[in-house]
């Protein structure tokens, strides 16, 4: 049974860092688009990073970039999320998330057939 496992998710201050990580099992992941989404309460979840199965081709959403630094490690199944910089609004619960097939779809939601649980990120001002 596929499976991905979020964790290093907690709470920060404004301007702090974060490093999510997420580590899938029980599928073929390397060969697919592994992205982070975050959801806020009342807000629909929305893609915040994706990286191709090339590993070299990354996609941010425009509030993450120049903050936020999406990586894999293919030999550990495993996907990360740096966050640095955080701010208020940045706090979600972030879900790690796999698409069919090795592109990221622009990070369109409906293109991702395997979630985590989710790991909650909390910044105070």
């Known amino acids: 049974q596929a499976q991905l496992v979020e964790s290093g998710g907690g709470s920060v201050q404004a301007g702090g860092s974060l490093t999510l990580s997420c580590t899938a099992s029980?599928?073929?992941?390397?060969?697919?688009?592994m992205a982070w989404f975050r959801q806020a309460p009342g807000e629909m979840r929305v893609g915040v990073a994706g990286i191709y199965s090339g590993i070299s081709r990354r996609i941010y959403a425009d509030s993450a970039k120049d903050r936020f630094t999406i990586s894999r490690d293919n030999a550990k199944n495993t996907v990360y999320l740096q966050m640095n910089s955080l701010k208020p609004e940045d706090t979600s619960v972030y879900y790690c998330?796999?698409?069919?097939?090795?592109?990221?779809?622009?990070?369109?939601?409906?293109?991702?057939?395997?979630w985590g649980q989710g790991t909650q990120v909390t910044v105070s001002s």
């Open positions: 029980g599928s073929t992941y390397n060969s697919r688009c």
């Open positions: 998330a796999a698409s069919g097939d090795s592109f990221c779809y622009d990070l369109q939601r409906s293109h991702f057939r395997d």
